[in-house]
């Protein structure tokens, strides 16, 4: 048996996955009202940072020459181990005044400062055009981190009702903030398995009700697919040496337009589909109450066509898995 037919018939995922990886643009905890911007840390959170390096195989977190944000000693360690990147987009550098300078604003450590300065919009519309570089390049392979934990901006790239957003609730394990990066690199490549089984199902979740002949179907055995595949995700953490929490994920789409993701909310309501628990991951859990529930969320402009998640938020409890 050749090595291609020996791995297929191993894998069920063979032959399905990206070529170069499932890619995710990070950012630090920092937010954009359209005039200043107000900047918690000059590092990646360090859960978001570890969810990343958890469940995608390739992060990018832009450096700026407008405002530089420098590597803390974790995003160094991603670095050298190749799996984080850090480019240097030039774009609006001559329309920010960047000139010949290295950085017009060197920012390191922790800190909470507001820079309230016309280079602010410059730096966001950056972030924003790298993201949308990353996916014109590879569509449907790129997501973009957003949240609490890190850029949040207003931006006409982004259009509120315009989109899905499929919220697993109390269903993932989250790795501990403090969770050792070397030990967690290792946990991934020892349970492969159970991460690949879960991130495939949940990107194709959306591409597989939207072609089903028999959309409420689909979604009830897709519900059942994503509760196995969570739960066993919670089983690796579980026999993990380490400490895991309790966490929420949210993946949003991006529809045609406003009336679509209305359109297709009242068809999944008039099914009694917009909040289904997860009874697998409930037992695995003690009977903690897990869902999936569904609503309408922001969409993204100027995307290139894709049925896979664009966007993605988590949330961490206080709760060991």
Known sequence: MGEAKRRKAVDPYFGMKPKHGRGILLSAPISYDGKAIVAKSSSVDPAELRRAALFWDRLVWPDSQIISLVSNDDEKLLEREGLLIRPRPTRYNDAAGVGYMSAMMLITGSTNITIGIEQAKHFAQQHIDEFLDLERGEPGQWTLSQGEGSFVMKNKNF???????????????????????????????????????????????????????????????????????????????????????????????????????????????????????????????????????????????????????????????????
Not at 167 to 191: G, W
Not at 194 to 215: G, M, P, R, W
Not at 291 to 308: D, M, Q, W, Y
Request: aromatic fraction near 6%; glycine fraction near 8%; charge should be positive.
């Open 159 to 321: 259009v509120e009702g315009r989109g899905q957003l499929v919220t697993l609730s109390r269903a993932i394990p989250l790795p501990d903030p403090n969770y050792p990066l070397h030990d967690l690199l290792e946990f991934k490549q020892k349970r492969r398995d159970e991460i690949v089984a879960l991130t495939h199902e949940l990107d194709k979740f959306f591409s597989q009700i939207a072609n089903a002949k028999d959309a409420d179907f689909e979604m009830s055995r897709l519900v059942r697919v994503v509760d196995k595949q969570c739960s066993d995700m919670l089983k690796a953490a579980k026999e993990s040496k380490r400490k895991f929490y309790l966490g929420d994920l949210s993946f949003s789409l991006s529809l045609d337009s406003i009336e679509s993701a209305a359109n297709r909310i009242i068809a999944w309501e008039a099914g009694g589909i917009v909040a289904t628990g997860l009874p697998i991951v409930g037992g695995v859990l003690g009977g903690a109450a897990s869902l999936v529930s569904f609503s309408r969320g922001i969409g993204a402009r100027n995307l290139v066509t894709r049925e896979s998640p664009f966007r993605v938020v988590s949330s961490i409890h206080k709760e060991l898995v």
